[in-house]
Nanobody
Framework: QVHLVESGGDSVQAGGSLRLSCKPS????????LGWFRQAPGKGREAVAV????????YYVDSIEGRFSISRDKAQNTVSLQMDKLKPNGTAMYYCAYKKRIYDDCERRDYRAWGQGTQVTVSA
């Protein structure tokens, strides 16, 4: 079983930056996918960015327009989401999620393990 812990959420003003971190623990598959997802108030959950064990991002949601970056830190055993030039529509609960990697690229669906989430609030 995989356990995920997110951190780094905070309240910031528009234009600011935050770095979210996800630390997985437990029995991890050698081939894995880890994604950052978010859910804004009154809206459905959407994938923000996805990365595989090879360290290569395979998805970014269009709306972030190059302002976010997902990366892996092998030494810290974490996957981070650097968020720059935040906008008020970035306000959401951000979750990391994990699944076994089946194909060469990681997809946005069928994630099995989820963290508790970390809140990001962006004020105008």
């Amino acid at each position: 079983q995989v356990h995920l812990v997110e951190s780094g959420g905070d309240s910031v003003q528009a234009g600011g930056s935050l770095r979210l971190s996800c630390k997985p623990s437990g029995v991890l598959n050698k081939r894995w996918c880890l994604g950052w997802f978010r859910q804004a108030p009154g809206k459905g959950r959407e994938a923000v960015a996805v990365l595989g064990d090879n360290g290569r991002p395979t998805y970014y949601v269009d709306s972030i327009e190059g302002r976010f970056s997902i990366s892996r830190d092998k030494a810290q055993n974490t996957v981070s989401l650097q968020m720059d030039k935040l906008k008020p529509n970035g306000t959401a609960m951000y979750y990391c999620a994990y699944k076994k990697r089946i194909y060469d690229d990681c997809e946005r669906r069928d994630y099995r393990a989820w963290g508790q989430g970390t809140q990001v609030t962006v004020s105008a």
